[in-house]
């Protein structure tokens, strides 16, 4: 199994609310992923999204709070987006190339994943089996990122890296984190 720690930066120059931190941990073993994202705010600084009665594949989850992450692999052409809403509304997306071919990948006809809301902490975990995207043997390379959105609507933007000159988290260079088989 292997294995990291990390830890989301805002994006430079734009604004973000105070004393947030967002950290987590991945793990690869096989074709399974396992991610946490542990966002840590004062309590009401972040819009979370109540529960859903039906989670379920949504669009535009990028525009509230959402944990992110993409994933790509030099045996595989473009690169997968997976969005986990703390409503527990889902997506993954196919991307031919670079913001290029978006479709709602296939694979996926749910998205496992839990949300574990206390003030001052939200908690995303995921184990999710990637032996659909047919890269179990691959070398992975992950951009993991997250969209915090405050109660007046300000957003920002986290990731691992922001390598571009504006928020971009399908930017080739974001790929910083590397599992391996």
């Known amino acids: ?15 973000a609310p105070e004393g947030v931190r967002i950290s987590g941990e991945a793990r690869r073993s096989g074709a399974m992923l396992n991610l946490e994202w542990r966002l840590e ?6 819009a979370l999204a109540p529960a859903a009665n039906r989670p379920e594949r949504r669009r535009e989850l990028w525009e509230e709070t959402c944990f992110e992450f993409f994933l790509t692999s030099p045996e595989a052409p473009g690169y997968w ?5 703390p409503s527990g509304h889902w997506n993954v997306f196919r991307f031919d190339a670079y913001r290029a071919g978006m479709r709602d990948e296939a694979a996926f006809q749910a998205l496992p994943f839990d949300v574990s809301k206390r003030p001052g902490t939200c908690t995303a975990t995921a184990t999710i089996d990637l032996t659909g995207l047919g890269l179990a043997a691959a070398p992975w390379s992950l951009a993991i990122a997250m969209v915090v959105a405050e109660p007046a609507g300000r957003i920002s933007y ?4 922001h390598p571009g000159a504006e928020a971009d988290f399908h930017h080739p260079d974001a790929f910083v984190l590397h599992l391996e088989p």
């Open 41 to 46: 705010s004062p309590e009401g600084a972040i």
């Open 1 to 15: 199994m292997s294995g990291t720690t990390f830890e989301l930066a805002p994006f430079p120059g734009m604004p």
């Open 158 to 161: 986290w990731a691992l890296a």
């Open 81 to 85: 987006e997976f969005n986990l809403a």
